[in-house]
């Protein structure tokens, strides 16, 4: 995908790229529709006046029926989120995905990701019925479906020597690796083991992980990684992975990672600006000059009116009043850099907020958003407000190929969870 791609308003993946395509369907149906209706009106103008007028009826009505059917071929089935949406005037189908803008971080020399859309939908196809299997299957407060798929995925791209996590919860994003990588060894940071969740219920752990966890918890800033690496017989930080979901201070794990060499980093909670409990990449580059970047404050703008209106709506969609704090502050979280699940945090300037983004710009090669994997109408989800993400991979109205992928037989709960989890390919920075 091509930067630009990165940027507010996507153009819609490439028809010839997916598996299926309701859209066509349609537009198959609609020009037949056309089509019989020249015919008759061409054998209509060499016959006599009252039965060219007895046509003109028949065809009035054979375009209101034809119409009618039309419309009904093209609503969502379901209805009860199209009629929620027809209240931000029709507009919602794919054009909200990003309306709001959607703030991105810019790398050094504009590279992007090797993977295609046709590539995600390809991979999709093969995770549902992994995901399926999964030991974990009440999974609140991990990861969800998007974020599964997109860590499976990045990682079974990357194909990586050695996968390192920070917060594993009971295991599931362990297995996900597990999944994407059968032989690759894995290290796992976390304060409470995995195994203290078995006793409760479903947990995972995993017969060829390292745990610095329960008694051996070690945050990852403070691992001395290059005996342990050496163990793993790592000699190209280049064939690392490290994901995080930990919840700790994005910028703070960036500095902590770019130290220690690592180069391939994922992100799992990459909050919007005005949400989360940590400061996260994408808040640090919500700026002005980024296109879909930067936040007003004035409550009679635009912004204020489409963000009151998008809150009754979506269960994580902020208003003005939520987005910004004392002295109009919106970076961050209403000008807070929150740390640790916001067990601690910190109010910073806006001058700290613009060089935090300055210093992430200059260590990055690579910035990628994950996209939702099906849009709202198909999967039912509440919680993200589109408007504020990019375009899904399954995009609204595509319920031919949502069903055809095996992702209409997950249950709708598995995707509330999506917070622009991100990829980022990072280096020594730049002068
Ligand atoms: C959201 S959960 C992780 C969910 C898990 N990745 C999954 O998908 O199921 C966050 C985890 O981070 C752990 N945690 C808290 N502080 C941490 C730290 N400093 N380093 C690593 N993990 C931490 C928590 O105990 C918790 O298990």
Redesign the pocket.
């Known amino acids: 995908m091509q930067e630009s791609t990165l940027s507010v308003r996507r153009p819609p993946p490439n028809p010839d790229e997916s598996a299926g395509d309701d859209e066509s369907k349609t537009k198959k149906g609609s020009s037949f529709n056309c089509l019989s209706m020249h015919a008759a009106a061409r054998s209509a103008s060499g016959g006599a006046a009252v039965l060219l007028l007895l046509l003109v009826a028949v065809l009035l009505v054979s375009f209101l029926l034809v119409s009618r059917s039309r419309s009904a071929s093209c609503s969502s089935p379901f209805d009860s989120l199209g009629s929620r949406m027809s209240l931000f005037g029709g507009a919602y189908l794919a054009s909200d995905f990003g309306s709001l803008g959607v703030p991105w971080c810019r790398s050094k020399f504009g590279k992007t990701v090797e993977w295609t859309s046709k590539d995600l939908l390809k991979g999709l196809e093969e995770f549902v019925p992994i995901y399926e299997a999964r030991p974990?299957k009440n999974?609140v407060?991990?990861?969800g479906f998007d974020?599964?798929f997109g860590?499976w995925f990045m990682t079974r791209w990357i194909k990586p020597d050695l996968m390192i996590?920070?917060?594993?919860?009971?295991?599931?994003?362990?297995w996900?690796l597990r999944q994407a990588m059968p032989e690759t060894p894995i290290i796992s940071?976390?304060?409470?083991h995995?195994e203290k969740y078995l006793k409760k219920g479903p947990a995972y752990v995993d017969g060829n992980c390292t745990y610095f966890a329960g008694k051996d918890?070690v945050?990852?800033?403070s691992v001395k990684w290059e005996p342990i690496l050496k163990k793993h017989g790592i000699s190209y930080l280049s064939r690392v992975v490290v994901?995080?979901?930990?919840?700790?201070n994005e910028l703070k794990r960036l500095k902590q990672a770019l130290k220690a060499g690592f180069q391939h980093l994922i992100f799992?909670?990459n909050y919007d600006t005005g949400t989360g409990d940590h400061y996260s990449l994408r808040q640090i580059c919500d700026q002005v000059y980024i296109r879909g970047g930067g936040h007003s404050c004035f409550k009679d703008s635009d912004e204020a009116r489409i963000r009151m209106k998008r809150k009754k709506f979506w269960e994580k969609a902020v208003d003005i009043d939520e987005l910004c704090g004392k002295g109009e502050a919106w970076w961050g979280v209403r000008g807070h850099m929150r740390d640790?699940?916001n067990h601690s945090n910190k109010a910073i300037s806006y001058a700290e907020h613009f060089q935090n983004s300055r210093f992430v710009e200059s260590v990055l090669d690579v910035y990628w958003e994950l996209p939702p994997v099906a849009g709202p109408s198909l999967t039912h989800q509440t919680r993200y407000d589109p408007a504020r993400a990019s375009d899904p991979i399954v995009e609204d109205g595509r319920y031919g190929l949502f069903q055809r992928l095996g992702l209409g037989r997950l249950e709708t709960s598995v995707f509330n969870g999506y917070t622009q989890m991100v990829y980022l390919r990072i280096s020594a920075p730049t002068a």
């Open positions: 974990i999974n407060y991990g990861m974020h599964s860590l996590e920070s917060g594993a919860f009971k295991g599931h994003s362990t996900v940071l976390s304060p409470r995995p918890f945050d990852f800033g994901f995080f979901d930990d919840h700790q799992e909670d640790d699940f």
